[in-house]
């Protein structure tokens, strides 16, 4: 199967620069994976398509203010640090622009002196890794001051206020980018899906900004997945197995989710309590083990994400989707409209 096989034309102007408000206004597109069949609706309605005894997993991580800009010790050149993923106590990966200003032994200072780093070590992908000199606890204090929200490329305009990039139920830090298919809920919402009787649970992984990375190779089962963290908890290992002996569903909001309980699944033959990295690479072919419905947003031509939905619900019926979606004017990618594959 080709990468180009997962293009579709995509005019500028579907792509969302804001999110809508409230954030269950936004619309819904309902898709049939047997049948190809497509409904109109909005978000709130989704709970219409929810039956007593599903349940609806949830990634509750947070996204973290990790864009910061240091100044370095020796010439005061200026230099900005995306944090991509924390691999011990006070060491993390990052993306440097301009790299060449990055070299390994440079020390950095940023906010004006509250914390300093200095690059211990560069990735094969020429990813930067660099030491802070505080602790875990307090970088992540000191972020909240001094860094920004890592927005996507794709959008142009600053977020005015930074929670709407956040879902309503996030708690666990530790986020480059936002679980978007989890972004339309609102807190009453989620009440109103508990009160008809559909259970919630929560995995954690952690988006890294490998979610916006283009497919480069030809040949899709070519590609390097990119690696993320998650974590399920027994809790939530427990409810998705009642929940499976008793004839429900479990519904993914989001690819996030799907990806860490597919990485349970094929690693441990099972759904049970589990911390790792996964680089699981979804594509057509791939045998479900544990989602039977998914909630997602409207992703990137020829991105994972796309190929990760159309293995779940079908390339045909996937194709044809987006082609609607564009000729209905939904509205695309982190802040657009969602799609609920049922």
Avoid at 44 to 58: A, F, H, S, V
Avoid at 149 to 160: D, F, K, R, V
Wanted: hydrophobic letters at 35%.
């Amino acid at each position: 199967m080709k990468t180009s096989d997962f293009y579709y034309d995509l005019p500028s102007e579907l792509i969302a620069q804001t999110p809508v408000e409230p954030r269950d206004s936004g619309r819904l597109m309902i898709l049939d994976r047997n049948t190809g069949k497509i409904e109109h609706k909005f978000f709130r309605d989704l709970i219409d398509y929810l039956e007593p005894g599903d349940t609806m997993i949830l990634n509750d991580t947070r996204v973290i203010p990790a864009r910061i800009y240091g100044t370095k010790h020796d010439t005061g050149a200026y230099v900005e640090f995306l944090l991509l993923k924390q691999s011990e106590n006070n060491i993390w990966e990052c993306l440097c622009k301009p790299g060449k200003r990055a070299k390994i032994g440079t020390k950095f200072s940023f906010g004006e002196g509250v914390v300093d780093c200095e690059v211990i070590g560069i990735t094969e992908d020429g990813n930067r890794v660099i030491r802070f000199d505080c602790d875990s606890k307090e970088i992540y204090s000191i972020l909240d001051k001094i860094g920004k929200m890592p927005l996507p490329p794709y959008i142009t305009e600053e977020l005015q206020n930074g929670e709407r990039y956040q879902t309503v139920y996030s708690r666990e830090l530790g986020s480059a980018a936002a679980p978007t298919a989890g972004l339309h809920f609102t807190k009453e919402m989620l009440e109103k899906i508990k009160a008809k009787g559909i259970n919630i649970g929560y995995v954690t992984l952690h988006v890294g900004l490998g979610t916006f990375r283009p497919v480069k190779v030809d040949d899709v089962t070519n590609h390097k997945m990119h690696s993320e963290h998650y974590h399920i908890s027994k809790e939530t290992a427990d409810l998705i197995n009642n929940t499976k002996s008793n004839g429900g569903r479990v519904i993914a909001v989001g690819t996030t989710s799907t990806r860490t309980l597919e990485s349970v699944a094929t690693k441990n033959g099972c759904i049970c309590e589990d911390e790792d990295d996964t680089s699981i690479f979804i594509y057509p072919g791939y045998e479900f083990k544990c989602v039977d419905a998914q909630v997602t947003n409207f992703h990137l031509p020829e991105s994972t994400l796309i190929m990760l939905v159309s293995a779940f619900a079908g390339y045909d019926n996937v194709m044809n989707a987006y082609k609607t979606a564009v000729e209905e004017k939904y509205r695309f990618f982190s802040f657009g409209d969602a799609m609920f594959i049922k």
